[in-house]
């Protein structure tokens, strides 16, 4: 099979990176203030015009092309599925679905996550799940602030609530996930290698189909992560 060729991520870190636990307790004290960017205003407000407001809410965080999406929605038919990318090309090259195949129950929006997870929390909402698949690990040392366990945004993503499933083809970027939710809850949660059986995206199928280990966090935030603790402070 000629396309599985994919390598695991390069890098002389490890393990852990040793900066992280202190940049996550920054991150958990120090409120967050980047001003929101209008477009991406008017891509929260596009990407709940659908709802009808019961509908438990789904994230597919940097859903790329948004097969990861369809195939959520349809396994999710009663609830409301948001697919978001920062890239029109990736969300555009949504192939082989026509629009008369996609599922009713979702939406792509291109849209910045670090303003769109604020902007969700902003306006009261909490998810039922909460998709990381396969974001850019960002391997390099010096890379640690890029990764989103490390990025102000962080406290965010845990007040998102519900179910969150973060997976990755490297290790560490799975392990550092876990401690950095650990910073934050008080315990970090376990994580797992898995056969992705029936791929989510065509960056699983590729990395399964070369024969590299998957890694697998998935933790059903407890209510104390929204109402209590130092991510309610911010």
């Known amino acids: 099979m000629s396309y599985a060729n994919s390598s695991i ?13 202190e940049r996550v307790r920054k991150h958990l004290a120090e409120p967050f203030r980047k001003p929101y960017a209008e477009y991406n205003r008017a891509a929260f407000d596009i990407s709940l015009a659908g709802w009808d407001g019961r509908a438990p809410l789904i994230l597919d965080a940097g859903c ?3 097969h990861s999406t369809i195939q959520i929605a349809r396994q ?15 969300l ?15 939406v792509f929006v291109r849209a910045d996550l670090v303003d769109y997870w604020r902007l969700l929390d902003a306006a009261g909402l909490r998810l039922a799940r909460h998709y990381l698949l396969y974001p850019n690990p960002w391997p390099k040392i010096g890379h640690l602030g890029q990764r989103w366990h490390a990025h102000p945004v962080f406290p965010w993503i845990v007040r998102a609530g519900g179910v969150l499933e ?3 083809n490297w290790q560490v970027y799975i ?10 809850l008080g315990s970090a949660p376990s994580w797992e290698t898995f056969e992705a059986d029936q791929p989510l995206t065509p960056f699983e199928r590729k990395y399964r189909d070369s024969g590299q280990a998957l890694y697998r966090l998935v933790l059903e935030l407890p ?8 991510v309610t402070d911010l």
């Open 9 to 21: 991520p390069q890098s002389a870190q490890q393990t852990v990176h040793d900066a992280l636990v």
């Open 64 to 66: 790329g092309v948004g």
């Open 76 to 90: 999710f038919p009663d609830h409301w599925v948001i697919g978001v990318d920062q890239s029109q090309d990736r």
């Open 92 to 106: 555009s090259r949504r192939k082989p679905y026509p629009d008369a195949l996609l599922p009713r129950n979702m």
């Open 166 to 168: 973060c997976r990755s």
């Open 175 to 184: 392990e550092e996930f876990a401690c950095a939710l650990g910073v934050a």
């Open 223 to 230: 209510s104390a992560a929204i109402t209590a603790g130092a």
